[in-house]
C-alpha cells in the first residue's frame, strides 16, 4: 500500500504562501536612507535604518536598487559566539532587490573566534527576534507552559488539561505544543488559534497535528514569533548568508545565496534555519567561494509545512530532520561534493515527506563501508526513527559514483521509492534498504544503470515486508542485480520481488531462499 501524506498538497501550498499576503506600509528604498551601494562603504547603519523604518511603520518592502552594498560592521547576539550584520525583528518585512543587487559581507563585518570558543557564527541578515536562543520553549520568554490532554495526529485541535487555562489564549494566536517541556531540541508542532470553545477548554487550530503527544504542554508565542517576512531578488555573500529563527510564514524567491568559505578563522558557513512553518523556498541558488564547499542545513528545529522548489544547491552536503514534518520537494537540482567525513550527501528524514521531480547528483563518499549514501530517507540515531515515516521518492534523477556505498539509502520505515533513474558509476551499489524493523518498502517502476556494483542491497534480520516490482536493472557480471542479505536465522513475513526486468548482471537476484522462506520470487 502506498502511503498517502496527511496533508494535501494544496493545503501545503496554502500554508506556504498564504503568510505572505497581507505586507504592511510601503516600500523604504535604502538608498533614501543613505546606501551608497558603492561596494567600499558600509553600509550596514544605512540598511538598518531602512529595516528599522518599515519595522516602525507596521511592515513594508525595503528595496534594494541594482548596486552592491557592503556591510562591514558586525554585531553580538546573545550567544557569545554569534554576530550579525542585519537584524530584521518584526513581522511583515520584505527585503527586496533590483536584478543584480548584491549584500557582500565585508572583512570588519565578520568577527573573529573569541578566546574559549571553537567556532564563530558571522550572519549577514538575521530574521526573527533571536538567531542564537530558542526562545519558544524558553519560559523566560514563552511566558510559561500549560498542560495539555493527549493530542491525537491529524486532529486540529489540542484541549487543555484545566479547561479554565483556555483564557491565556485567543483567536489569532500562535502556539507551540511540546512534547516535554526540557532538554534542547524537544519535538514540537507549531500552528495558530483559529478559535477558541471556553466550555470545553478546547483550541481549534489552523491545520492537523503532525504527530501525537501523550503528556503535551502548550505555551502561546504570538509575542515572540516573526510572521510574512522575506527575501527576494538579492545576492548576499557571507560566511553565513542568511538565519531564520521562529518565524511563521517566511519566503526567499529568486535569491543566490554565497556562503564564503575563504574567510576561515573556524567561521559557520551555511544557512541556518530553525523553528519555520508555513514556509517557501523557490528559484534560489546556494552555492560557496573559496576554498571549500560548505555544509548547509536546511530548515530544522520542527520546522513544518514548507515548500522547495525550482533551486538549485551546490554544497558539500545537506540535509533536514529534527522532528520535521510535512515538506514538498519538487523541480530542485542538488550537486553535492562530499569530503571523507560525509555519510549522507542529502539527508531527507522527516515526516510525511514528498520528494519529486528532484535532480541529485555527487561525487564519490570517500571512505565506504557500505552505509554511506548520496541520498538518504533518514540519517540519525536508531531512536530518531518513530518520528519518521511516510517518505515518497518518486520520479528525481540521481547520478553518482559511490564507490564502496550507495547512491540512495533507505533507512526509514516504509518509504515508497518509483518511477526514479539512477546512475551509478564505479562500484556503489545503486540503492542500499537496511532500517528500522519492521521496514517494508516499496521500490516499483525505477531504472538502475550501474557499474560494477549492485542493483539493489535488501538488509532485513528478523522480518521481510518489502514489495520490488517493475523495476529495470542493468549492470556488470560481477555483481547481482538485486541482492537480498542473508539472516542468522530464517526470517518471518515475506518480500514480493516480481516482474523486475535484470540484465547484465552475474546473479539476477541473489536469495538464500531457506533464510527467506516466504519471499514470493517470479521472473520479469
Known sequence: MQFKPILPLAFILLLATSFSTARAGGTFDVTAFGAAGNGTTDDTAAIQRAIDAAKHAGGGTVYFPARTYLVDSCFPSPH???????????????LSGQKDAKLLQ?????HPVLAGATEVRNTVLVFGFDSAIIRFQNPAYNGGFFRLKTTRAGAAAASLANAADVSHFAKGDYV?????????????ETSRVVSVDAPSGTLVLSGPLARAFQSPSIVKVTSIATTNVGIKNLVVEGTEPLAVTETFGFTAEDNRFVLNTAAGGRNVTGLNFNTLDGFRFSCNTVTCSGPAFSILELPQRNSRNGVLEDNT?????TGMGEYAAH???????????PDAKTTVGLGIGGLDIDFHNNRVEGGNLVGGGG???LMADYNAPDDYASYVGRIRITDNVFSCRADGNACLGLFAPD?????NTITVRGSGNGIHAEGPLPQSLIIRNNRLTMGTGNGMVIVTPLRDGSTITHNTISGSKSAAGIFVASPKSPNSGAHAIADNTI????????????????TKLSPR
Open 327 to 337: 515538506w514538498r520537494f519538487t523541480g530542485n537540482t542538488f550537486i553535492l561534493h
Open 371 to 373: 552505509f554511506g549514501s
Open 80 to 94: 557569545p559566539w554569534f554576530f550579525y550584520n542585519l537584524l530584521i525583528d518584526s513581522s511583515n518585512v520584505t
Open 313 to 317: 544547491f551546490e554544497v558539500r552536503q
Open 503 to 518: 540484465t547484465g548482471f552475474g546473479t539476477e537476484v541473489s536469495i538464500d531462499r531457506v533464510k527467506h522462506p516466504g
Open 106 to 110: 565585508g572583512p570588519k563585518g565578520r
Open 415 to 419: 518509504t515508497v521509492v518509483t518511477g
Open 176 to 188: 507551540a505544543i511540546y512534547a516535554w517541556t526540557t532538554g534542547d531540541v524537544i519535538p514540537t
